[in-house]
């Protein structure tokens, strides 16, 4: 399968917890599911024009919901938590949210 860049960056999180790490240069992502770190590195450099110092990944489990009797499941997840390096600037979509 070929992942663009824009394929494997889908959306980012925002919450408390990325807010408050992004004063040490680090972003969090959802991204594709099937997309390994050094091809998140490489997307997160190409869209946002930054240098790349980590990216540590996890997977989420989708949950279980029910609506009655009839039982589905939300899709699972993979999240990356990007670290630039120290000489790099910040992503400007994130700047206006602090």
Do not use: C
């Amino acid at each position: 399968m070929n992942l663009t860049s824009h394929d494997i960056i889908r959306k980012p999180v925002i919450t408390e917890k990325s807010m408050a790490a992004m004063a040490e240069k680090k972003y969090t992502f959802i991204v594709h599911i099937s997309a390994n770190k050094v091809q998140i590195k490489k997307a997160v450099e190409e869209v946002f024009g930054v240098k790349v110092a980590d990216v540590k990944t996890m997977r989420t489990l989708g949950k279980t919901k029910r609506v009655g009797v009839h039982v589905g499941k939300r899709a699972d997840q993979k999240k990356a938590v990007v670290t630039l390096t120290e000489d790099s600037k910040g992503i400007e979509f994130f700047e206006g949210m602090q």
